[in-house]
T-cell receptor
Framework: GEDVEQSLFLSVREGDSSVINCTYTDSSSTYLYWYKQEPGAGLQLLTYIFSNMDMKQDQRLTVLLNKKDKHLSLRIADTQTGDSAIYFCAESPGNTGKLIFGQGTTLQVKP | DSGVTQTPKHLITATGQRVTLRCSPRSGDLSVYWYQQSLDQGLQFLIQYYNGEERAKGNILERFSAQQFPDLHSELNLSSLELGDSALYFC?????????????FGPGTRLTVL
């Protein structure tokens, strides 16, 4: 089946690292994604990882993928107040490009 | 600005009515996706079109229908509206219709059914 699970809320202090976790079910997904949604805005692709990779780093963002456990994480280094948003994990099963999203994790960054 | 436009921004209507949401994809993008975001269901994939043809279908109700026109814009039609249809409806577009093609999201249409 197609299901993506995330924790709903994370609170960190400015300057700390944030780690948002996600589990997915469909092993046919060749890409896994992290999207960001700021209040009143649409979704913005932050980063993605190809399923045959373990890790991808992109400036302050690090994505880790454990394919065996179907576990994905997003680490944001030196978290800033501007990083406060909802973060969605998504998988794309099959070859159509449709995205199956998790419930979203609200990241609160305290100054 | 993602380059994807959606109209209207807000829509308030009554139960039993019918509405049409419109999406214009980014220039050059052939694929359009529709998603629904609600408090109950989260962010759900509804339907995908590629170059005028339906490509994939998600949890789209029979009361809902969509199409992509020759100029590549898309419309989502919602009929016999119920209170539970109140949600934010997003359109996204991508150059192709494959998982490795980044989807660019529009700002959404907020539908309120009273």
């Amino acid at each position: 089946g197609e299901d993506v699970e995330q924790s709903l809320f994370l609170s960190v202090r400015e300057g700390d690292s944030s780690v948002i976790n996600c589990t997915y079910t469909d092993s046919s997904s060749t890409y896994l994604y992290w999207y960001k949604q700021e209040p009143g805005a649409g979704l913005q692709l932050l980063t993605y990882i190809f399923s045959n990779m373990d890790m991808k780093q992109d400036q302050r963002l690090t994505v880790l993928l454990n394919k065996k456990d179907k576990h994905l994480s997003l680490r944001i280094a030196d978290t800033q107040t501007g990083d406060s948003a909802i973060y969605f994990c998504a998988e794309s099963p099959g070859n159509t490009g449709k995205l199956i999203f998790g419930q979203g994790t609200t990241l609160q960054v305290k100054p | 600005d993602s380059g994807v436009t959606q109209t209207p921004k807000h829509l308030i209507t009554a139960t039993g009515q019918r509405v049409t949401l419109r999406c214009s994809p980014r220039s050059g993008d052939l694929s359009v996706y529709w998603y629904q975001q609600s408090l109950d269901q989260g962010l759900q994939f509804l339907i995908q079109y590629y170059n005028g043809e339906e490509r994939a279908k998600g949890n789209i109700l029979e009361r809902f229908s969509a199409q992509q026109f020759p100029d590549l814009h898309s419309e989502l039609n919602l009929s016999s509206l119920e209170l539970g249809d109140s949600a934010l409806y997003f359109c996204a577009s991508s150059v192709g219709g494959l998982p490795n093609n980044e989807q660019f999201f529009g700002p959404g249409t907020r539908l309120t059914v009273l």
